[in-house]
């Protein structure tokens, strides 16, 4: 298990072929469609997304995905700043969740999620899910754990994380702000977080680590 950042090739088991960012101000930026899927989530602020069937207005946190049909896209802030995030990919219909997690530094009297042997100071939770899932840190620093991998992340890491691997933040170095994409869901088909204490044992893909 690795992150990666925009521009480097994931592992080969990704749905997520890559992801960009995109800065915007009040000039619209084109934004093209170049993959057989492609999500664009709006990490910072709000903008104003056009394309041939007009214009829609998204705020931070939502998302539009994008299609060459219903191109060509354009985006804006109007007379603000805005950033988005746009992930590329091979992924299916049937789609857990998308948005932005954010986190500070914390102790939790408990943890609604599986038990865990390492450190915490955050109130995340272990948990895993039926589809991968993938991570991009949008602001601050911490440490990632995936299974039995533990890893530093800051600005502009991807976590890719198979789907059955639990995995959870647990520390902080500086407040984060990450974007979360949950791909195909497979086997059972939950969505949310899932915890073998509640929902069972997870299905772990041994290929996707």
């Not at 090739?9 to 993959?35: K, M, Y």
């Not at 600005?155 to 959870?168: A, N, Q, Y």
């Not at 902080?172 to 990450?178: A, H, I, N, W, Y």
């Amino acid at each position: 298990m690795s992150v990666f950042r925009s521009g480097e090739q994931p592992p080969s088991w990704c749905e997520l072929t890559g992801f960009e960012f995109f800065e915007l101000s009040t000039e619209a930026l084109p934004l093209p469609v170049t993959a057989e899927r492609q999500r664009l989530l709006v990490t910072r602020g709000s903008c104003r997304v056009t394309n041939a069937k007009g214009a829609q207005v998204l705020s931070e946190g939502q998302f539009l995905d994008m299609d060459k049909a219903s191109g060509p896209f354009a985006a804006d802030a109007g007379g603000r700043t805005a950033q988005v995030l746009v992930f590329y990919g091979t992924w299916g219909n049937e789609l857990g969740g998308c948005g932005i997690f954010e986190l500070t530094p914390s102790t939790p009297p408990w943890a609604k999620g599986d038990p865990v042997s390492y450190p915490k100071s955050t109130a995340f939770d272990s948990h895993y899910h039926d589809c991968d899932e993938y991570w991009v840190i949008v602001e601050g620093a911490g440490t990632v754990v995936v299974g039995s991998h533990s890893f530093d992340v800051e600005v502009g890491d991807c976590v890719p994380i198979g789907m059955g691997h639990h995995h959870d933040l647990p520390q902080v170095l500086t407040s984060v702000k990450g974007a979360y994409f949950e791909t195909t869901l497979e086997g059972k088909k939950r969505f949310g977080h899932l915890w073998e204490h509640t929902h069972g044992p997870a299905d772990v893909r041994r290929e996707r680590v």
